[in-house]
């Protein structure tokens, strides 16, 4: 649905993105990560035809964004950063706005009732978009990138200054949009990435540093990094134990409310969890449970982004 082939982006003398390439299947919710300044927004930008890329193809549902930007605009949604509107409008005239600059065809008052439904935004559809709470603001730029329901959304920091309960309520609306269409979505938020996407493109200064399924990213941080084990036993004693097995660092975490049984996380450079089992049952002990913890996106992170860097 969306592919980017060694897109390229020069400021002056800053290289803003550099050979570039990706693609994002139909159906996806893909999470756009890294951090501040690292050539994000831009490539959104290029994405919707916002900005000429300085080299490089840009295809968008089997269309050339850059030959044909105005085939491929329709079949984007597009919310920038802060969701700019203007403040003096209401909100069912920006979106008349939005849908007349847009070029979209269908019935004007149909497709805006359709998207304020959608987006909870029936009960403010007369109130001026200034008046409104930073999260019906959000609302308000969401529906008006759905407008003409568009094949693909690209969301650029979408949650940023929203409070707990807005950000998951705004995270709720763009789980219900994804389904039938493909989403892009720029955060430097690792949580936000990690609760609603199933794949991650990382770029870091402007260069493409992993992209693929988050689950498959995960397993190859898992394959060469330190594997973090969770532990519960009835063995109170494990220094023999983890001599025996090798374990670089043992974490105490909490034991039941009977006091029968102890949780721990233990780190080794190998996957040694036959090898502990064994040495506890050896000792006398019972094991209740024992599982590799599977690596947070922010571990997988910095180990892709500290092995990019030069």
Same mark, same amino acid.
């Given at each position: 649905?969306?592919?980017?082939?060694?897109?390229?982006?020069?400021?002056?003398?800053?290289?803003?993105? @550099?050979?570039?390439?990706?693609?994002?299947?139909?159906?996806?919710? @893909?999470?756009?990560?890294?951090?501040?300044?690292?050539?994000?927004?831009?490539?959104?930008?290029?994405?919707?035809?916002?900005?000429?890329?300085?080299?490089?193809?840009?295809?968008?549902?089997?269309?050339?964004?850059?030959?044909?930007?105005?085939?491929?605009?329709?079949?984007?949604?597009?919310?920038?950063?802060?969701?700019?509107?203007?403040?003096?409008?209401?909100?069912?005239?920006?979106?008349?706005?939005?849908?007349?600059?847009?070029?979209?065809?269908?019935?004007?008052?149909?497709?805006?009732?359709?998207? @304020?439904?959608? @987006?909870?935004?029936?009960?403010?559809?007369?109130?001026?978009?200034?008046?409104?709470?930073?999260?019906?603001?959000?609302?308000?730029?969401?529906?008006?990138?759905?407008?003409?329901?568009?094949?693909?959304?690209?969301?650029?920091?979408?949650?940023?200054?929203?409070?707990?309960?807005?950000?998951?309520?705004?995270?709720?609306?763009?789980?219900?949009?994804?389904?039938?269409?493909?989403?892009?979505?720029?955060?430097?938020?690792?949580?936000?990435?990690?609760?609603?996407?199933?794949?991650?493109?990382?770029?870091?200064?402007?260069?493409?540093?992993?992209?693929?399924?988050?689950?498959?990213?995960?397993?190859?941080?898992?394959?060469?990094?330190?594997?973090?084990?969770?532990?519960?036993?009835?063995?109170?004693?494990?220094?023999?134990?983890?001599?025996?097995?090798?374990?670089?660092?043992?974490?105490?975490?909490?034991?039941?409310?009977?006091?029968?049984?102890?949780?721990?996380?233990?780190?080794?450079?190998?996957?040694?969890?036959?090898?502990?089992?064994?040495?506890?049952?050896?000792?006398?002990?019972?094991?209740?449970?024992?599982?590799?913890?599977?690596?947070?996106?922010?571990?997988?992170?910095?180990?892709?982004?500290?092995?990019?860097?030069?």
């Amino acid at each position: 649905m969306i592919r980017a082939n060694s897109l390229s982006k020069r400021f002056g003398s800053v290289e803003a993105v @550099c050979g570039l390439s990706f693609e994002v299947p139909r159906g996806s919710i @893909c999470g756009f990560l890294g951090p501040n300044g690292s050539g994000k927004s831009t490539t959104l930008r290029m994405l919707t035809g916002l900005l000429r890329p300085d080299a490089g193809r840009i295809e968008i549902d089997g269309v050339d964004a850059v030959a044909a930007w105005r085939e491929a605009r329709r079949r984007i949604g597009y919310l920038p950063e802060s969701a700019p509107a203007y403040p003096e409008m209401r909100v069912e005239e920006y979106l008349a706005f939005r849908w007349a600059i847009a070029g979209r065809s269908g019935s004007r008052h149909d497709e805006i009732a359709r998207v @304020c439904g959608r @987006c909870g935004l029936d009960s403010v559809r007369r109130r001026l978009v200034g008046t409104l709470s930073r999260g019906f603001r959000q609302r308000v730029g969401l529906a008006a990138a759905l407008l003409g329901d568009p094949a693909v959304l690209l969301l650029d920091e979408p949650t940023e200054g929203l409070d707990p309960f807005q950000v998951r309520e705004f995270r709720d609306l763009v789980r219900e949009f994804a389904q039938g269409r493909t989403v892009l979505l720029s955060s430097h938020l690792l949580a936000e990435v990690e609760t609603l996407c199933d794949r991650v493109v990382l770029i870091l200064g402007g260069r493409l540093v992993a992209t693929g399924l988050l689950q498959e990213l995960r397993q190859s941080a898992t394959a060469s990094a330190v594997h973090s084990i969770l532990l519960e036993t009835d063995l109170r004693d494990l220094a023999s134990v983890t001599a025996q097995s090798g374990l670089e660092s043992i974490e105490v975490l909490e034991a039941s409310e009977d006091g029968r049984w102890q949780r721990y996380r233990l780190r080794t450079r190998k996957d040694a969890r036959e090898h502990l089992a064994a040495a506890i049952v050896e000792q006398g002990g019972r094991v209740r449970d024992l599982h590799l913890e599977a690596p947070s996106l922010e571990a997988v992170f910095m180990e892709l982004a500290g092995a990019a860097r030069p």
